[in-house]
């Protein structure tokens, strides 16, 4: 593949190509044995202030690959075209990591670069968090077909991400939120029609988490004290978990809130994956370099 723009734009036996590599990745990382692929590689990274995770792992993963890293700010919707930008920058680069608000922006940049694009972030969809947690999820549990996936949150670009890897893994997955917010129905759409497990949605809490094998969270919208209010009725903790089953685990998207999405016990107890799982981004990340081809 060229790029990575979202989930859905990937097939099956692709991520699960992806997963042995970063699994051998990792290893090799971890014997302190790191390939250089990416040397004389001109990646361009474009980030928030505000990235702490994404940032962090995908950089620390070019230096590990060899390539030469250029952070840098782009506007893309200022007095000059895309076409233009792209055209000189088609000169230079060899990779685009870029978190951009609109996904159509990021879309056009892939059409138009010479280079790879990888989407590290849009509003729309998060595909490089999703693919990681699915690295490690299928880490820890093997066949994850079989598995409940339950979204505790309204529809947004994680979410959109695991309906569509719902679709493409065939996965079973459940939204759980407060009436109106749902996922859209192009996104619900696309995994009801590809996936050959159970795509749901409901504003039943209860209903939702029974017998749930993941549990997934996202930050609660901020709309102010009424909407905060709907989601209190959401909170996952120590009160419901029970509802899940017996060896649930629990992964709630960062940043989260502690209190909020989570209640604190939950991120102390053995449901919680734990922050070392993150290390995973890492692979997933250089993983997602390495499979892509621009010659």
């Given at each position: 593949?060229?790029?990575?723009?979202?989930?859905?734009?990937?097939?099956?036996?692709?991520?699960?190509?992806?997963?042995?590599?970063?699994?051998?990745?990792?290893?090799?990382?971890?014997?302190?044995?790191?390939?250089?692929?990416?040397?004389?590689?001109?990646?361009?990274?474009?980030?928030?202030?505000?990235?702490?995770?994404?940032?962090v792992?995908?950089?620390?993963?070019?230096?590990?690959?060899?390539?030469?890293?250029?952070?840098?700010?782009?506007?893309?919707?200022?007095?000059?075209?895309?076409?233009?930008?792209?055209?000189?920058?088609?000169?230079?680069?060899?990779?685009?990591?870029?978190?951009?608000?609109?996904?159509?922006?990021?879309?056009?940049?892939?059409?138009?670069?010479?280079?790879?694009?990888?989407?590290?972030?849009?509003?729309?969809?998060?595909?490089?968090?999703?693919?990681?947690?699915?690295?490690?999820?299928y880490?820890?549990?093997?066949?994850?077909?079989?598995?409940?996936?339950?979204?505790?949150?309204?529809?947004?670009?994680?979410?959109?991400?695991?309906?569509?890897?719902?679709?493409?893994?065939?996965?079973?997955?459940?939204?759980?939120?407060?009436?109106?917010?749902?996922?859209?129905?192009?996104?619900?759409?696309?995994?009801?029609?590809?996936?050959k497990?159970?795509?749901?949605?409901?504003?039943?809490?209860?209903?939702?988490i029974?017998?749930?094998?993941?549990?997934?969270?996202?930050?609660?919208?901020?709309?102010?004290?009424?909407?905060?209010?709907?989601?209190?009725?959401?909170?996952?903790?120590?009160d419901?978990?029970?509802?899940?089953?017996?060896?649930?685990?629990?992964?709630?998207?960062?940043?989260?809130?502690?209190?909020?999405?989570?209640?604190?016990?939950?991120?102390?107890?053995?449901?919680?994956?734990g922050?070392?799982?993150?290390?995973?981004?890492?692979?997933?990340?250089?993983?997602?370099?390495?499979?892509?081809?621009?010659?």
């Open positions: 593949m060229k790029d990575l723009l979202s989930i859905k734009d990937i097939s099956k036996s692709e991520i699960y190509e992806m997963f042995a590599d970063a699994k051998r990745l990792k290893i090799k990382s971890h014997n302190g044995n790191n390939l250089r692929p990416l040397l004389h590689k001109t990646i361009i990274t474009t980030f928030p202030l505000t990235s702490l995770r994404t940032k792992s995908f950089e620390s993963g070019i230096n590990q690959l060899g390539g030469d890293i250029i952070n840098l700010s782009l506007d893309l919707e200022g007095k000059e075209s895309i076409e233009d930008k792209i055209k000189y920058l088609n000169n230079w680069v060899d990779y685009l990591i870029i978190r951009y608000p609109e996904q159509k922006i990021i879309e056009k940049v892939g059409q138009l670069a010479e280079f790879s694009v990888v989407n590290g972030m849009s509003k729309k969809y998060h595909p490089c968090e999703v693919l990681s947690d699915l690295f490690t999820l880490d820890l549990k093997g066949n994850l077909s079989n598995l409940k996936f339950v979204f505790v949150g309204e529809g947004a670009n994680i979410s959109n991400s695991w309906f569509n890897a719902a679709g493409v893994l065939d996965l079973n997955i459940t939204q759980v939120c407060p009436e109106g917010f749902e996922i859209k129905d192009d996104i619900f759409n696309f995994a009801k029609e590809h996936s497990g159970a795509i749901k949605r409901t504003n039943n809490f209860e209903e939702g029974e017998g749930a094998d993941i549990i997934l969270t996202d930050g609660w919208p901020p709309h102010g004290y009424k909407t905060h209010k709907k989601f209190c009725e959401y909170q996952i903790n120590m419901n978990i029970g509802l899940a089953s017996n060896d649930c685990i629990v992964n709630p998207c960062p940043p989260f809130t502690r209190g909020e999405e989570v209640s604190e016990d939950i991120i102390e107890s053995d449901y919680f994956i922050f070392k799982a993150k290390e995973n981004l890492l692979h997933m990340q250089k993983t997602i370099l390495m499979n892509l081809k621009n010659d």
